[in-house]
Structures are given as structure tokens and as C-alpha cells.
T-cell receptor, first 114, second 112 residues
Framework: AQSVAQPEDQVNVAEGNPLTVKCTYSVSGNPYLFWYVQYPNRGLQFLLKYITGDNLVKGSYGFEAEFNKSQTSFHLKKPSALVSDSALYFCAVRPDTGRRALTFGSGTRLQVQP | NAGVTQTPKFQVLKTGQSMTLQCAQDMNHEYMSWYRQDPGMGLRLIHYSVGAGITDQGEVPNGYNVSRSTTEDFPLRLLSAAPSQTSVYFC???????????FGPGTRLTVL
């Protein structure tokens, strides 16, 4: 069975500082990894994905994530946080075989203080 | 191109009532799925479909039915609503062999 762990319920960071939101995963075979963001009373918006290739992937709004196969991690990062980045962030995984469903972590609330 | 649409946006039911949550996509995606979102639990998969006429259960299927008569539509039926089904429901779609999954705006359901 596949699973995702987001160990932090909430991350607090000051505006302008770098941020990291942690994610570790478990899956059979090669992983497809995703980050989604959810703003209040909205659906999930796709941020970025790792499918294959370069371990550092860049996504929307200046976010990036690093795939680490040995540590089974896919941490989300941004060099300089904005107050507008405050939202709920979800990590998700599925194997690279097409029919499998996406499994989500429990989410991490990012709070960026001015 | 509207993407994934869901109706209604909000619904209040009494225990025992039935209803159908609608989901449609216009991207010709074979794969569609329903999730529920509860605080502190992320999104949990209810049912999914890999094409018209094919459905399967997810992690939390009890109390819900689905059908897939067309590629575009994937309705979720609550047979006899219970307070434990109070949640926010999201529909999503993607190509079967594709990577990125697209989500609808959600339906907030309250069962009294």
C-alpha cells in the first residue's frame, strides 16, 4: 500500500525567510510525486510534480521540491516566503503504473507572518 | 474549457435523506475520482473510475455509490445520509496514463 507522511501540522515562517514543508512517502515501484495547495474555501491547485529526471523540480509561484530516493522524501521549498503563500499544502504520491489512485498526506498549514 | 465542475457548492441534508453530487469534466479524461476532505485527515479516496462503465472502490466507499455511463460525468450518490458524511467532497480527473490530476471546486455537505 502507498502512503504519505507530512509530519508538521503547521509551519510558521517570517516573510522573506526561506520555507520548507516536509513530505515522506512509501510506494511500490517508481513514484509520481505531487504538491498541491489549497486556499481557504477553494479546491486544490497543482503546484509541481516529480515524474522522472532531475531531482530538483520547479513549479508555480516560485516553489520547488527536491526528490530524494534514498530518504523517500519530497520536501517543498521556497527561497523567500510571501504572506500570500499562507495556505494548506498537500503532498501526494502514486506509482507510475497508470490505474493507481493518488494518495494524499494529511496536509501542512503554512503561516507566513509579515 | 471549464475543467472539472461540481454541483452543488453547498448542501444541507437530514439524516436518512439521499442525494447525488454531480461532477463533470470536459478534458476527455478517462480517470475520474471522488475524495472527501476532513480536518487533519487530508483527502481520502471514496470511489474511482478508469473509464465509462468501470468503477472501483477506494479507501472509504461505504455509504456511497457511483456510476460512469459517459466519459464526462461521474456522479456520487449518498444512499442514506449520516452525520459522519458531513465533509467537503472533491471530484478529480486525469488521463489514465497521465500524471497531473485536476480537481473541481468542491461540494460542502452538512448532514444534520
Amino acid at each position: 500500500a502507498q502512503s504519505v507522511a507530512q509530519p508538521e501540522d503547521q509551519v510558521n515562517v517570517a516573510e522573506g525567510n526561506p520555507l520548507t514543508v516536509k513530505c515522506t512517502y512509501s510506494v511500490s515501484g517508481n513514484p509520481y510525486l505531487f504538491w498541491y495547495v489549497q486556499y481557504p474555501n477553494r479546491g486544490l491547485q497543482f503546484l509541481l510534480k516529480y515524474i522522472t529526471g532531475d531531482n530538483l523540480v520547479k513549479g508555480s509561484y516560485g516553489f520547488e521540491a527536491e526528490f530524494n530516493k534514498s530518504q523517500t522524501s519530497f520536501h517543498l521549498k521556497k527561497p523567500s516566503a510571501l504572506v500570500s503563500d499562507s495556505a494548506l499544502y498537500f503532498c501526494a504520491v502514486r506509482p507510475d503504473t497508470g490505474r493507481r489512485a493518488l494518495t494524499f498526506g494529511s496536509g501542512t498549514r503554512l503561516q507566513v507572518q509579515p | 474549457n471549464a475543467g472539472v465542475t461540481q454541483t452543488p457548492k453547498f448542501q444541507v441534508l437530514k439524516t436518512g435523506q439521499s442525494m447525488t453530487l454531480q461532477c463533470a469534466q470536459d478534458m476527455n479524461h478517462e480517470y475520474m475520482s471522488w475524495y472527501r476532505q476532513d480536518p487533519g485527515m487530508g483527502l481520502r479516496l471514496i470511489h474511482y473510475s478508469v473509464g465509462a462503465g468501470i468503477t472501483d472502490q477506494g479507501e472509504v466507499p461505504n455509504g456511497y455509490n457511483v456510476s460512469r455511463s459517459t466519459t464526462e460525468d461521474f456522479p456520487l450518490r449518498l444512499l442514506s445520509a449520516a452525520p459522519s458524511q458531513t465533509s467537503v467532497y472533491f471530484c478529480a480527473s486525469r488521463q489514465v496514463a497521465g500524471d497531473t490530476q485536476y480537481f473541481g471546486p468542491g461540494t460542502r455537505l452538512t448532514v444534520l
